[in-house]
């Protein structure tokens, strides 16, 4: 299978190029190969609207992959599984409700996605120098770097995190769209994470971050992970880490943290998010961004310090449910822990013991085209006309905000410096908006927010 995808630059010169991947494998290689594709194109100046279309592509070959595909999904931790557990609901802090914001205040909760990957070390030396503390929201089997709990050295790096009192969540096993699983499915994606994790730490976690940010209300995933005992976490800071990873581009995410640590009353705080498996963050972005926080006086916490949630309410035992205590020893990895693959993969029920009833709600990947929007101007300054990318999610959001930038560079061209300086004000604004929005990102709510 050969993919094709043709990308017009909107640079100056307008020069366009075709990019082809071949594709070779299972869909679920399909997947990877695309994604991987997607990663490259982050350093190209596409036209925005081909980011929806390609996004939309990866979610068609993952659900393709679930049936026919053999996947890094498809294996499965050694080891009791947790699905059986208990799970009371400890301590204070919403089950509820999607966490977007901290309660304490003059911090920053630092949050990294995706990982262990092969720079988390360094990133973990750099916290320890700035005296930082940070949540680390681990896949278990992605991006083809093999099981955490059985691949070096992503056992150590976790136990490393916990050591260094650094927190401990989940991204999933394997970084699928919850909203687009069965709830069968979705459990399992959980599941397998906790095994893998309590293999390496003796617990596992109670907070969550969907891949993608997306976990429904009409898909079930709410329920599921409530029903699961986990918090859902979120972020109202995106650095943008992920679009930028390259040595010039970060400058963006820089110019994003600058601007919303410079604009930040004391007394507020940021729940951020970043990606220790993005070169760019790790080794550029990290320091500049822990500079800015400590020359403002706060500090960087995890997300269960930012709510006030003791460390014990973080984690919970395997087979009793029960929050885990703090001294609780962290194990060494056994030889004999080695993921295997799973005969029955997604597919299997869950077995009649469990305690957990995962939700029947589905759902489909919708194809309807949004409507287009009437252009008119949303600022003016001279003979620029600035205005908003029309978005309807996460996605389209920062698709929209790095177009505001780009017309940024276009105002001070044909507009006045105070004017432009405004624009790109807005431009930041409209980042913060995107990191909160939720599952309600839209172009009407941002302009909503600003009046």
């Not at 940070?134 to 955490?148: P, Q, S």
């Amino acid at each position: 299978m050969v993919i094709v995808v043709q990308v017009m630059h909107t640079a100056a010169k307008a020069v366009s190029s075709t990019l082809e991947v071949v594709v070779v494998g299972s869909a679920c290689r399909h997947h990877l190969s695309l994604q991987a594709l997607l990663d490259r194109l982050q350093h190209v100046d596409l036209i925005p609207a081909i980011w929806p279309v390609l996004r939309d592509y990866v979610a068609v070959l993952q659900a393709i992959a679930f049936n026919f595909g053999t996947c890094d999904s498809d294996t499965t931790p050694v080891g009791t599984t947790t699905v059986g557990d208990p799970r009371p609901l400890f301590g204070s802090v919403t089950y509820s409700s999607d966490i977007y914001d901290c309660v304490q205040a003059n911090v920053v909760a630092l949050t990294y996605d995706d990982g262990p990957y092969i720079y988390t070390n360094q990133l973990l030396d750099t916290l320890d120098n700035f005296g930082f503390k940070a949540t680390f929201f681990i896949t278990g089997n992605n991006l083809g770097k093999g099981g955490i709990d059985t691949t070096a050295p992503y056992p150590a790096l976790i136990k490393r995190m916990v050591a260094a009192g650094h927190q401990v969540a989940s991204h999933t096993w394997s970084h699928y769209d919850l909203s687009t699983l069965t709830g069968t499915q979705r459990v399992q994606q959980m599941v397998k994470n906790e095994r893998a994790i309590a293999n390496i730490i003796d617990k596992y976690p109670t907070y969550m971050r969907p891949p993608y940010s997306s976990c429904t209300p009409a898909s079930g995933c709410t329920t599921d992970m409530q029903a699961l005992g986990y918090h859902r976490t979120f972020f109202d800071l995106d650095t943008q880490d992920y679009l930028n990873n390259d040595a010039t581009l970060i400058r963006n995410s820089k110019n994003i943290v600058n601007w919303a640590l410079g604009n930040a009353s004391q007394g507020s705080d940021y729940l951020s998010i970043q990606h220790d498996i993005d070169f760019q963050s790790v080794t550029n972005l990290s320091s500049y961004y822990f500079e800015l926080i400590r020359a403002k006086g706060w500090t960087g916490v995890t997300v269960g310090q930012c709510l006030g949630d003791p460390e014990t309410n973080w984690y919970r035992i395997p087979g009793t449910g029960q929050a885990a205590p703090v001294s609780l020893s962290v194990a060494s990895p056994s030889s004999s822990s080695t993921s295997v693959s799973s005969s029955t993969s997604f597919a299997s029920a869950i077995t009649s013991s469990s305690t957990i009833t995962p939700s029947t709600a589905t759902t489909s990947i919708s194809t309807t085209t949004a409507p287009v929007a009437t252009p008119s101007c949303d600022f003016v300054s001279r003979q620029f006309c600035g205005q908003y990318q029309q978005f309807y999610n996460r996605v389209g959001c920062n698709a929209a905000q790095q177009d505001c930038l780009a017309q940024w560079n276009t105002c001070l061209g044909v507009g006045t410096r105070t004017g432009c300086a405004e624009w790109k004000r807005d431009c930041y604004l409209l980042s913060m908006y995107c990191g909160r929005c939720g599952r309600s990102c839209s172009t009407k709510g941002f302009r909503a927010s600003q009046e």
